[in-house]
């Protein structure tokens, strides 16, 4: 794995290719940023950038989400998939706001992951795009992106929170995040484009790919001719 100072370089290099990684979500509060970080599973920002407009405009705040029954939130989010454990999980959430915080949302991790639909990886984007707590989202770009430049190892979320957190001083722990999803889903995607990727020279996965191609055969090259024995 990379030490501390190779990973902040490898940091540093992803910033120059994607400025600006930290402003991609946009939210008014942390209410809207949790409301959409649930329904952007398994969807993408887009999709959910159509449907919160509206919803923002019904339900403003955790009281009015409350106040709803899940079966009238269903269809203005039906797009988004997973539509009716989705409309549970925000009036769960809203209600949960409103019986334990105030209508609030919670600057603190404990509380946070207490509430319906909420799992770390929302948590900790919660807490650091809208809550000034840094927070490290692992998502499945982070993992993939993580474990190829060997600036963190496993495929356990927490375990490569846990690495990059240790490797990065706290004020850049979200816009980390933030760099890694956008490197994965722009430029080192499942299948890489390394040959556009500014961390290139500092990436064992792509140093293994070089090396196997390196290794395999060209296609329609002939091999060796065989010298023929003259028959006597
Ligand atoms: S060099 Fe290729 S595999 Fe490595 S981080 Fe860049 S895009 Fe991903």
Known sequence: MKTPAQTRRIIDGLDGQHPGADTELRYRNAYELLVATILSAQSTDARVN???PALFGRYPDAAALAAAAPAEIEPQI????????KSKAIVGMARALVAHHGGEVPADMAALTALPGVGRKTANVVLGHALGVPGLPVDRHVLRVANRLSIAEGDNPETVEQQLCAALP???????SDLLILHGRRICKPK?????CAVRDDCDYARALDHERAQKPVRGARGPRRLR???R
């Open 50 to 52: 159509m449907v919160t």
């Open 78 to 85: 039906h797009s988004t998939g997973f539509f009716r454990a």
């Open 170 to 176: 706290p004020a850049r722990w979200t816009v980390t």
């Open 192 to 196: 890489p484009l390394c040959d556009q």
């Open 229 to 231: 024995t003259p028959r």
